[in-house]
């Protein structure tokens, strides 16, 4: 209970939920949104655990981590990297920059909580065989909203679901904003980033529709192939209008 452990997370929504699970174990908690903020952060406090997203803006979570290894108050802090991508040579580079451990989002609590627990050589609480999500959806989900993955996800705690949801519906506009920027632009590669930023937070907050769409724009993005580039951005509007509109409807009733 006396733990301090440090949460790196560019993903205002995620943020909130492993936040909010580090809390319920008595832990204190410090948050910041980007790698560099990381560094400074151990320079100053001493922690028991760096939870680290491997992609984030100003310096990402692999160079933070090698900052970290370089500082003296660094060096021993166990490191558990959260990412969306498991491929074996992201892996790979990530453990040579000195990470410990992975996570792959979205956050399953049970697993974290094991893997947290191998970390520190403690127990927290029993942990259960984590469940297993499945990731690739041949097609589109029909429903906007997933209230029962949603609350799965946020191990049964109402108010937590509702608030990551209404942050995430409040963040929306901006994060469209920017992927329609890069879109006018044609910049791909910027695209590509922009739709996996939002993935995370649809990964958590059960909107399976939209998780497909912005999954199946940023793979078209990749292979930048412009046609399916154009049909994912219109379906995505359409999507993020039915998502607005069912958080007002509900804010009405």
Avoid at 177 to 193: E, G, P, T
Wanted: aromatic fraction near 4%; include cysteine.
């Amino acid at each position: 209970s006396d733990r301090h452990f440090l949460i790196a997370e560019d993903n205002t929504v995620n943020l909130r939920l492993i936040s909010s699970l580090l809390k319920e174990s008595g832990a204190r908690v410090t948050e910041v949104t980007n790698g560099k903020e990381a560094t400074e952060a151990v320079q100053r406090s001493a922690f028991d655990l760096i939870v680290m997203d491997l992609h984030m803006p100003v310096m990402d979570g692999q160079e933070a981590t090698k900052v970290i290894r370089s500082m003296v108050s660094g060096k021993k802090i166990p490191i558990l990297a959260l990412t969306a991508d498991a491929m074996p040579e992201h892996r790979e580079m990530a453990f040579s920059a000195g990470i410990d451990e992975f996570l792959v989002k979205p956050i399953d609590e049970l697993q974290m909580w094991s893997v947290i627990q191998k970390l520190l050589g403690f127990r927290v609480a029993t942990v259960a065989a984590p469940v297993a999500t499945p990731t690739g959806m041949v097609e589109k989900p029909s429903r906007t909203r997933d209230l029962a993955a949603a609350l799965q996800i946020a191990g049964g705690r109402n108010q937590l679901m509702e608030e990551m949801f209404s942050r995430f519906i409040a963040e929306l506009p901006e994060q469209l904003q920017s992927i329609r920027q890069c879109w006018k632009n044609q910049d791909w590669a910027a695209l590509a980033s922009a739709a996996h930023r939002l993935h995370g937070a649809t990964a958590i907050c059960g909107v399976p529709a939209m998780n497909y769409l912005v999954n199946a724009l940023e793979q078209a993005a990749r292979m930048q192939r412009e046609e399916e580039i154009n049909r994912w951005m219109e379906e995505l509007e359409q999507e993020s209008l039915n998502l607005v509109n069912e958080a007002k409807s509900k804010a009405e009733r």
